[in-house]
């Protein structure tokens, strides 16, 4: 006579008691939760990082280093978080810099492009065309009397750079 093997309905349960209970503990998102509000607070420190320190050579990867992350998660949170890449937000904090002191009007383009932290006078002009719209030699021109006798708060706010390549294109006329 030999027995059957008899189907275990106490083993492991593959579905919920009851809705909102899991094997008769309550389903919570804390974890999940936790991890997130710690991905966040890290990417703060990053991007924080970046602004203190936007002149020094930076790259993702050292940037990921210092977080404990590597350096494809914090590329994607990054971008999910704040709307562009870590390297985009650096570029975008170097050229904000970069503007300002091309206003001052006493430094040479290639001047203000090593100041603030490009290795490369073409990737600088051109990263710079594609933010401001104009290159920097002629933003320098045009605007070192557009904001005189303008609060440096109020300055900084106006001539902002537009981020994601949203500059409207120079008119070719």
């Known amino acids: 006579m030999t027995a059957s093997p008899a189907k275990s309905t106490t083993a492991i349960r593959l579905a919920p008691l009851k ?23 890290r990417l703060r420190r990053v991007r924080d990082r970046i602004d203190r320190e936007y002149a020094k050579p930076l790259d993702v990867e050292a940037l990921a280093h210092g977080v404990n992350m590597s350096a494809g998660h914090l590329s ?5 978080a ?12 170097r050229i904000e810099r970069a503007m300002a002191l091309l206003r001052r009007g006493d430094l040479s383009v290639t001047d ?24 920097p030699s002629v933003y320098r021109r045009e ?9 440096p708060c109020v300055a900084k706010q106006v001539t902002r750079p537009v981020r994601n390549r949203e500059a409207p294109a120079p008119s070719r006329t």
């Open 76 to 80: 994607r949170q990054f971008r999910l």
């Open 19 to 41: 809705p909102g209970m899991w094997q008769d503990r309550p389903v919570t998102s804390r974890p999940a939760d936790a991890q997130r509000l710690s991905d966040l607070a």
């Open 112 to 135: 203000v492009c090593f100041a603030v932290g490009c290795s490369s006078l073409g990737t600088f002009s051109t990263r710079f065309t594609e933010l401001v719209g104009v290159p």
């Open 143 to 151: 605007a070192a009397g557009a904001t005189a006798g303008m609060p």
């Open 82 to 93: 704040y709307g562009e890449s870590p390297y985009s937000y650096l570029m975008t904090r």
